[in-house]
């Protein structure tokens, strides 16, 4: 089963710096994940203003560059996983946010994780 796991968090976030002892923990999580196979991919996403967003609506398509200020909270980040289990993903989930939790205390943000469809 595959999931996408998103980090979420507030845009201002984005200005404290990472503490170096979560980043030294993320490179060894990412590098076992990718080990093990659990891990498929994973990046971090610039900030806001340098996306767009394109909606549609009544018939017609309008296009919406960054910043998103009107955002609560961003996707900072993603992880795509495949696990044998709902319970495997949230367990995976739960050793990156506790990464965090450890490593950045200050850091307030969710991740949602989300079943792919089958195909």
Known sequence: MKFLMLIKHT???RAEPMPQALL???GTFIQQGFASGVLKDTAGLKASSE???IRTGGGKLQTMDGPFTEA????G???MVEVKSR????????QFME???VHWPSFVGECEVR????R
């Not at 319970?87 to 739960?94: C, K, L, P, Q, Y």
């Open 99 to 101: 990464l965090h939790r």
């Open 87 to 94: 319970d495997e993903a949230r367990d995976v989930a739960h």
């Open 77 to 79: 980040g993603f992880a």
């Open 11 to 13: 845009e201002s976030q």
């Open 24 to 26: 030294d923990a993320m």
């Open 72 to 75: 609560k909270e961003i996707v």
């Open 115 to 118: 079943p792919l469809e089958d």
């Open 51 to 53: 996306g767009f967003r």
